[in-house]
């Protein structure tokens, strides 16, 4: 066993919270933990939001985000405490011993400069290599990851490739400066499972074939499993279990763990559809000002009350667009909507306030699709005077029924939203839309934000509302598992069209189309060697073509 190139040893991190009306204060986000990382190992850090993973994770360079404080512990990389270090030995580390994959590539990369210029920067300016050799090891690394003309590719700028490619280009340099240890941060959670799929293998084997250690931070167990060797487990800075990957997936000890691996397993039995749809979109083509071509092309589908529609796609197939034309905010060109028995007009300004009443929506950011300046009975109670004109004590006292059916209690109606969890603010959006008594609500990606325990949580609680209130929803997702928990029905769209439609059962069920096909198959499972088969099975599939 050979030593530990990343060795932690009882760490506290801390941080100064300025809470309203009250002295600022010091705080403790990491409770004491302590791991080794080996050379050429990976070790998964698994939690949820506000659990200490990224903090962690950018200890082990020394540094602290957005006012945290490393307090206590030690932090050894390659046999010395960097903590103890001076600043000139630090800044010799990053980006030279130490490399960083961040969750959002597009906002990370320079959108004025080439992608080979920002690739090759850290290894030329840490000396590692001269600008010719570290553009070749570029363009190595850029073909080793998958990336498409990997000889030219680094004269592109950011816009000029996709989300995977451009998180694959990041994987490139953090790589470049031949590093002993490159933390990914969330590196592929905002990718759609087809490309996700893609960028895990190519960081696999790029983690492999150069033989860095890494941290690999995520809130999803299934994808950690196929990259880790070991996985350390944290709930509210403190490290709740940790152990070889085999054992945290298949024999999990703690309960919390356990919830973790059990996620997702709602059961929801699918409805039979009533004769009359309370939503039918029909025909629809529409395209955005300035745009050459069509977005959505001849769609059609049915939603009934009490029912879930789920809508599936990659990123660009439509589905937020078709949500756009439902509610007016983009005339389609062609085609037509019926809603609750009447033709709804195309734009919203012909629309009446019974038609924005009965048809609600609830977004995928509930940070930005709240006032921060309002209390939550505020955000709550303004559907119900613009809409019923209900005012005083009378509104406070459904503002609090509609408080106790979100599960959150009177308590909160006059909390503000930075003082609410995620899943709480998403549970708020929930009771503004329901105070407006619709017949559907268009809820668009509002698990994705989520941790996977909140995100089960909400989904549950949506499933409740919907048998209480007779609500249908129409669910726009890129999650496989959230489509199985909670759908009647299920369109899959790709480039615009509607590619599958039917029942839950129709849709999961074989013979399927190319796409469909690769779209289930890409759902990451709670299994190891997953990752491996689907490669596999795919490459046997392209030799057969």
């Given at each position: 066993?050979?030593?530990?190139?990343?060795?932690?040893?009882?760490?506290?991190?801390?941080?100064?919270?300025?809470?309203?009306?009250?002295?600022?204060?010091?705080?403790?986000?990491?409770?004491?933990?302590?791991?080794?990382?080996?050379?050429?190992?990976?070790?998964?850090?698994?939690?949820?939001?506000?659990?200490?993973?990224?903090?962690?994770?950018?200890?082990?360079?020394?540094?602290?985000?957005?006012?945290?404080?490393?307090?206590?512990?030690?932090?050894?990389?390659?046999?010395?405490?960097?903590?103890?270090?001076?600043?000139?030995?630090?800044?010799?580390?990053?980006?030279?011993?130490?490399?960083?994959?961040?969750?959002?590539?597009?906002?990370?990369?320079?959108?004025?400069?080439?992608?080979?210029?920002?690739?090759?920067?850290?290894?030329?300016?840490?000396?590692?290599?001269?600008?010719?050799?570290?553009?070749?090891?570029?363009?190595?690394?850029?073909?080793?990851?998958?990336?498409?003309?990997?000889?030219?590719?680094?004269?592109?700028?950011?816009?000029?490739?996709?989300?995977?490619?451009?998180?694959?280009?990041?994987?490139?340099?953090?790589?470049?400066?031949?590093?002993?240890?490159?933390?990914?941060?969330?590196?592929?959670?905002?990718?759609?499972?087809?490309?996700?799929?893609?960028?895990?293998?190519?960081?696999?084997?790029?983690?492999?074939?150069?033989?860095?250690?890494?941290?690999?931070?995520?809130?999803?167990?299934?994808?950690?499993?196929?990259?880790?060797?070991?996985?350390?487990?944290?709930?509210?800075?403190?490290?709740?279990?940790?152990?070889?990957?085999?054992?945290?997936?298949?024999?999990?000890?703690?309960?919390?763990?356990?919830?973790?691996?059990?996620?997702?397993?709602?059961?929801?039995?699918?409805?039979?559809?009533?004769?009359?749809?309370?939503?039918?979109?029909?025909?629809?083509?529409?395209?955005?000002?300035?745009?050459?071509?069509?977005?959505?092309?001849?769609?059609?589908?049915?939603?009934?009350?009490?029912?879930?529609?789920?809508?599936?796609?990659?990123?660009?197939?439509?589905?937020?667009?078709?949500?756009?034309?439902?509610?007016?905010?983009?005339?389609?060109?062609?085609?037509?909507?019926?809603?609750?028995g009447r033709t709804l007009s195309r734009d919203l300004a012909g629309r009446t306030r019974e038609d924005l009443r009965e048809l609600q929506m609830i977004y995928q950011m509930a940070d930005v699709a709240m006032n921060p300046r309002q209390t939550v009975g505020t955000i709550i109670g303004r559907p119900l005077e613009f809409y019923f004109n209900i005012r005083g004590s009378e509104k406070r006292k459904r503002i609090i029924e509609l408080?106790?059916?979100?599960?959150?209690?009177?308590?909160?109606i006059d909390r503000y939203p930075a003082e609410l969890s995620g899943g709480q603010k998403q549970r708020v959006c929930i009771a503004r839309s329901l105070a407006a008594k619709p017949k559907m609500i268009i809820c668009d990606e509002v698990t994705s934000a989520l941790d996977p325990l909140v995100a089960d949580g909400i989904l549950k609680l949506l499933l409740d509302l919907q048998k209480i209130e007779d609500v249908a929803y129409l669910?726009?997702?890129?999650?496989?598992?959230?489509?199985?928990?909670?759908?009647?029905?299920?369109?899959?769209?790709?480039?615009?069209?509607?590619?599958?439609?039917?029942?839950?059962?129709?849709?999961?069920?074989?013979?399927?189309?190319?796409?469909?096909?690769?779209?289930?198959?890409?759902?990451?499972?709670?299994?190891?060697?997953?990752?491996?088969?689907?490669?596999?099975?795919?490459?046997?599939?392209?030799?057969?073509?």
């Amino acid at each position: 066993m050979s030593d530990p190139l990343l060795k932690v040893r009882d760490l506290k991190i801390g941080a100064t919270v300025y809470p309203p009306g009250e002295k600022p204060h010091d705080i403790e986000i990491v409770h004491g933990v302590s791991f080794d990382l080996a050379p050429g190992k990976v070790l998964g850090l698994i939690g949820e939001s506000g659990a200490g993973k990224s903090t962690i994770g950018l200890a082990s360079m020394a540094y602290g985000r957005g006012g945290v404080k490393i307090t206590g512990g030690e932090v050894w990389v390659n046999g010395r405490d960097i903590l103890k270090s001076p600043l000139k030995d630090i800044r010799n580390l990053r980006g030279a011993e130490v490399t960083y994959v961040s969750q959002s590539a597009a906002a990370s990369f320079n959108p004025a400069k080439k992608i080979m210029d920002q690739v090759v920067e850290a290894a030329v300016e840490q000396k590692k290599f001269g600008r010719k050799e570290a553009e070749e090891r570029a363009r190595t690394l850029f073909s080793k990851l998958g990336l498409p003309d990997p000889n030219n590719i680094g004269e592109r700028y950011p816009h000029q490739v996709s989300g995977g490619q451009l998180q694959r280009c990041m994987t490139a340099l953090a790589l470049c400066p031949e590093p002993d240890l490159v933390v990914f941060d969330e590196p592929t959670t905002a990718l759609d499972v087809t490309t996700q799929i893609d960028v895990l293998m190519a960081i696999k084997e790029a983690i492999r074939d150069t033989g860095v250690a890494a941290l690999y931070i995520t809130h999803d167990l299934a994808v950690v499993a196929q990259v880790s060797d070991d996985i350390m487990v944290l709930r509210m800075g403190d490290m709740v279990e940790y152990g070889h990957t085999d054992q945290i997936i298949n024999h999990p000890k703690e309960d919390y763990t356990k919830a973790l691996v059990s996620v997702r397993s709602i059961e929801h039995e699918e409805k039979q559809p009533t004769p009359e749809p309370v939503l039918s979109v029909q025909n629809i083509t529409a395209r955005y000002k300035g745009l050459n071509f069509d977005v959505l092309k001849n769609v059609t589908v049915d939603l009934h009350p009490g029912q879930t529609l789920a809508v599936v796609g990659e990123s660009g197939s439509g589905k937020s667009t078709l949500a756009r034309v439902i509610t007016g905010l983009l005339p389609p060109s062609d085609g037509q909507i019926d809603f609750a028995g009447r033709t709804l007009s195309r734009d919203l300004a012909g629309r009446t306030r019974e038609d924005l009443r009965e048809l609600q929506m609830i977004y995928q950011m509930a940070d930005v699709a709240m006032n921060p300046r309002q209390t939550v009975g505020t955000i709550i109670g303004r559907p119900l005077e613009f809409y019923f004109n209900i005012r005083g004590s009378e509104k406070r006292k459904r503002i609090i029924e509609l408080l106790d059916e979100i599960e959150l209690g009177e308590k909160f109606i006059d909390r503000y939203p930075a003082e609410l969890s995620g899943g709480q603010k998403q549970r708020v959006c929930i009771a503004r839309s329901l105070a407006a008594k619709p017949k559907m609500i268009i809820c668009d990606e509002v698990t994705s934000a989520l941790d996977p325990l909140v995100a089960d949580g909400i989904l549950k609680l949506l499933l409740d509302l919907q048998k209480i209130e007779d609500v249908a929803y129409l669910f726009i997702t890129h999650d496989l598992a959230t489509v199985r928990a909670i759908s009647d029905s299920i369109a899959v769209m790709y480039q615009g069209k509607v590619q599958r439609y039917g029942s839950k059962s129709e849709v999961l069920s074989p013979p399927f189309d190319d796409y469909t096909d690769l779209l289930l198959s890409s759902v990451p499972e709670m299994k190891l060697g997953w990752l491996e088969e689907v490669v596999a099975h795919r490459k046997m599939e392209s030799a057969g073509n």
